[in-house]
């Protein structure tokens, strides 16, 4: 996972926010903010087709 990826993570993200089914955030967070508070290894984006779903 890369800032390449910034847009569509946060697509994702947006989604889990919406069903309240993988965090507690209740906003988007900045890809800075989102960025900085995880740790930059054992990050994985799952591409089907050149696309990022997950």
């Not at 847009?7 to 209740?26: H, P, S």
């Not at 906003?27 to 508070?37: A, G, I, N, T």
Request: net charge negative; hydrophobic share 30%.
């Amino acid at each position: 996972m890369t800032s390449q990826n910034s847009a569509r993570v946060l697509e994702i993200y947006k989604i889990g926010i919406d069903t309240r089914n993988a965090t507690l955030e209740t906003e988007v967070p900045s890809w800075p903010d989102c960025d900085s508070r995880h740790l930059h290894h054992s990050r994985f984006v799952y591409f089907e087709k050149e696309t990022v779903v997950g």
